[in-house]
């Protein structure tokens, strides 16, 4: 059980130790890191998981409906909570709004289960 986690893990940590050894012979700032991982690599990296998976229409679709209505129930809950506790709902509603789970759940989701995890 442990080792299959570490080797599910193992991906992660060869690119961070890679990261450390090469911060040793070139000097990038961290805006320019997060530039090139978050406009580059982990869109070829969701795309790559989505391509190479077999994915189902109708449960695609099914999960499209569900992530609709949490998002709809999540927008009328922060607007409600703006206008209770006068607060700027443009200011708050995007960090509410818009998770991050797609960068890493998708490739994570590969990585842990395979192509039957990703349906």
């Known amino acids: 059980m442990i080792l299959d986690s570490f080797l599910i893990l193992l991906p992660l940590i060869f690119l961070a130790l890679g990261g ?3 911060s040793e012979f070139y000097s990038l700032s961290e805006d320019t890191l997060i ?3 978050t406009d580059f690599f982990m869109p070829i990296l969701i795309f790559y998981a989505l391509y190479t998976s077999d994915i189902n229409l109708a ?3 099914k ?3 569900a992530v609709s209505i949490v998002l709809a129930i999540l927008f009328i809950a922060s607007f409600v909570y703006c206008r ?3 607060l700027d709902f443009k200011a708050f ?3 509410i709004l818009f998770m991050n789970s797609g960068f890493l759940g998708i490739p994570l989701m ?6 039957a ?3």
């Open 20 to 22: 450390y050894f090469l």
């Open 35 to 37: 530039r090139i991982v």
């Open 59 to 61: 449960k695609t679709m």
């Open 63 to 65: 999960l499209l409906g």
């Open 84 to 86: 209770l506790f006068k």
């Open 93 to 95: 509603a995007p960090s």
């Open 110 to 115: 590969k990585l842990w289960g395979g192509f």
């Open 117 to 119: 995890a990703m349906n």
